[in-house]
């Protein structure tokens, strides 16, 4: 079989442009303790590549906070603004990667982020202008591992996803970009590592967005 050559590049945001999954942790396990709720160990992980409509729910329905998914949300997303405010712990050698591949590729984001937040690290990082389309799991039916939001930045950038690479940290990111049937390129989380099924998923695996070259990403 003869492989698709790849035209584009889709990018997940957290732990592979930021490193920001600990601060979602932190966030959320903060205001369970706070609103008397039950946080377990399990929590992040479970939470991990759900859209905002499917965790701000987990931490109604499963983790006992009484207030709305809706209000639960929308908390979280303030506390996450204001955090990033303070300090975006960005991750070394993503923004010289995204800036090195956008002169040869269209790029896409495909994140479980809400859009403020996504809007908001890559204004920050000051390469919002390099990505053609930006997609967050909150705008499509489910969130990773199903590959919706991998499918409609595909269609956004009008590129198949047979023809995009993926450059994906976690477990469920990397099934998703799989289930879409993109090129996967883990970059390990190391907070969080991919279960060792997942990661078998991946076509490469790299230690550092440095390695990010296009020459890489064509495989």
Known sequence: MIESAIEAVVF???GVIADTEQVWDDVREQLVHERGGRWHGGAQA???GMSSPEWSRYLHDELGLAESPEQ????VVRRMLARYREDLPLIGGAVDAVRRLAAE???AVASSSNRPLIEAVLER???DDLFDAVVSSEEVARGKPAPDVYLEAARRIAVAPTRCS???DSS???RAAHAAGMRVLALPNAHYPPAPDALKLADAIISSPTELTPEFVRG
């Open 46 to 48: 479970a939470m991990m």
């Open 12 to 14: 997940d945001l957290d």
């Open 172 to 174: 469920n990111g990397i």
């Open 105 to 107: 590729f269209p790029l």
């Open 125 to 127: 990082a000051g390469i």
């Open 166 to 168: 993926a450059v994906e």
């Open 72 to 75: 639960l949300n929308d908390e």
